[in-house]
C-alpha cells in the first residue's frame, strides 16, 4: 500500500479566483504520477501524466508540477469557472497499479 | 471507440444473490482493472489482469470473482456479497500500465 496524501480535502473558491492543491507520496521507486478530474456520475478524466522531476504540464487554465525527490505534485487553476466543480484525484504509479489520493473536492461559487 | 463501458451503471442485490458486472473496451489495452470506491475513500484496486491472466489480486474476499474472457472483456462476479460491500465499483485499462482509462462505474447497493 503506497500513502498518498492530498490537501486540502476540500476547497471553495469564487468563480475567477485561481486555486491550487497538492499531492504527496513516497519518492522511492517513483515511476510516473497521474492527475484526474472526477465529477460525479462520470469517469475519471486523465488530466495529465508526470514522470520527470521538475516536468511541468499545462491544459488550458489547468496546469501541473511535479518535484520526484521530495515527493509532492502540485495541481493549479486559473481564473477558476463554476464547471471546474470536481473530484481532483493524484495516483502515484507503482508496481504496475495506480495507487489513488483521498482527493480534493473543489466547488467553485459563480 | 476511446471508452471504457460498464454495465449495470446501478445494481440492487441481496445477500443470497448471484450478479455479474461487466466491462468492456475496445481500444487494444492488454491490462485490465477493477477497483472499487466508498464515499469520501480514495479507489483501491482489487484486481489486475495483464494479458487476460489475473497479476494481481489485492486479499479481496472470494465472495468477489473476477473474469477475463478476452482482452476487450473484463466481468466481476458477486455472490453473497454483505451490506459493507455496497460501493462504486470502477473499471479501468491501459496499455500496460500507461495511459488509464476509467469506465463510469457501477453503483452496487447490497441489502
New interface residues.
Given amino acids: 500500500i503506497l500513502n498518498?496524501e492530498q490537501s486540502p480535502q476540500s476547497l471553495h473558491v469564487q468563480e475567477g479566483d485561481s486555486t491550487n492543491f497538492t499531492c504527496s507520496f513516497p519518492s522511492s521507486n517513483f515511476y510516473?504520477l497521474?492527475w484526474?478530474r472526477w465529477e460525479t456520475?462520470?469517469?475519471?478524466e486523465?488530466l495529465f501524466?508526470m514522470t520527470l522531476n521538475g516536468d511541468e504540464k499545462k491544459k488550458g487554465r489547468i496546469s501541473a508540477t511535479l518535484n520526484t525527490k521530495e515527493g509532492y505534485s502540485y495541481l493549479y487553476i486559473k481564473g477558476s469557472q463554476p464547471e471546474d466543480s470536481a473530484t481532483y484525484?493524484c495516483a502515484p504509479?507503482w508496481a504496475?497499479?495506480?495507487?489513488?489520493?483521498?482527493?480534493t473536492r473543489l466547488t467553485v461559487i459563480p | 471507440d476511446t471508452e471504457v463501458t460498464q454495465t449495470p451503471k446501478h445494481l440492487v442485490m441481496g445477500m443470497t444473490n448471484k450478479k455479474s458486472l461487466k466491462c468492456e473496451q475496445h481500444m487494444g489495452h492488454r491490462a485490465m482493472y477493477w477497483y472499487k470506491q466508498k464515499a469520501k475513500k480514495p479507489p483501491e484496486l482489487m484486481f489486475v489482469y495483464s494479458y487476460e491472466k489475473l497479476s494481481i489480486n489485492e486479499s479481496v474476499p472470494s465472495r468477489f470473482s473476477p473474469e477475463c474472457p478476452n482482452s476487450s472483456l473484463l466481468n466481476l462476479h458477486l455472490h453473497a456479497l454483505q451490506p459493507e460491500d455496497s460501493a462504486l465499483y470502477l473499471c479501468a485499462s491501459s496499455q500496460l500500465g500507461y495511459g488509464y482509462t476509467f469506465g463510469s462505474g457501477t453503483r452496487l447497493t447490497v441489502v
Avoid: C, E, Q, R
Avoid at chain 1, 41 to 44: C, L, N, Q, T, V
Avoid at chain 1, 96 to 103: A, D, P, Q, V, W
Fill in positions: 498518498v510516473a497521474h484526474y456520475a462520470k469517469s475519471p486523465a501524466v484525484l504509479h504496475n497499479n495506480l495507487f489513488f489520493g483521498t482527493g
